[in-house]
């Protein structure tokens, strides 16, 4: 079975720049590191992060709020990669491991559950050798169309996920 190193090896970097700029994935190197990763054929998202000095919750170790901040937008871009338009409608993250700062880490999030009721993601947080799961998160969310987005005050219509994967 290959680890989560070896699946960002098959996997094209996500060029997260392109989009909306995120309070996650800022160029911030104190705050947070990420790199993102979509696995076309799997249809996952993989992420590489290092939680720096300005994510840090207790003493030396990762706010649980930058944790589930990451793996939330993990998630919502495995969504976008795969076409699906969404905002997040609920979110539950548990903590298995506390996450050292500074330390690499990486990130795998997928659809679980795909019906016209409702969309569900999970993601986790592992070493690289995914012997240690330092957290794990579920998530619901609400695909809207053009027009709803429209509603909200944001316009995806020129929403192109290919502009995001690096040749």
Do not use: C
Request: hydrophobic fraction near 40%; charge should be negative.
């Amino acid at each position: 079975m290959k680890t989560i190193k070896e699946k960002i090896k098959n996997a094209k970097r996500v060029n997260i720049d392109k989009s909306i700029i995120s309070f996650v994935s800022t160029s911030e190197k104190e705050r947070l590191q990420i790199e993102y990763y979509f696995d076309k054929e799997s249809k996952r998202v993989f992420a590489e992060i290092v939680f720096g000095d300005l994510a840090q919750g207790p003493p030396g170790y990762a706010h649980g709020g930058a944790i589930a901040a990451v793996l939330d937008e993990t998630m919502g871009i495995a969504s976008w990669m795969n076409n699906l338009k969404v905002l997040t409608t609920e979110l539950k993250t548990l903590y298995h491991k506390a996450v050292k700062l500074n330390t690499k880490v990486y990130a795998e999030a997928w659809i679980k559950s795909l019906t016209e009721e409702e969309l569900i993601f999970a993601s986790r947080l592992t070493d690289e050798n995914e012997e240690i799961t330092f957290a794990s998160a579920t998530a619901k969310f609400a695909v809207l169309d053009n027009e709803k987005w429209l509603s909200i005050g944001i316009d995806t219509s020129g929403f192109i996920r290919e502009d995001f994967i690096e040749k």
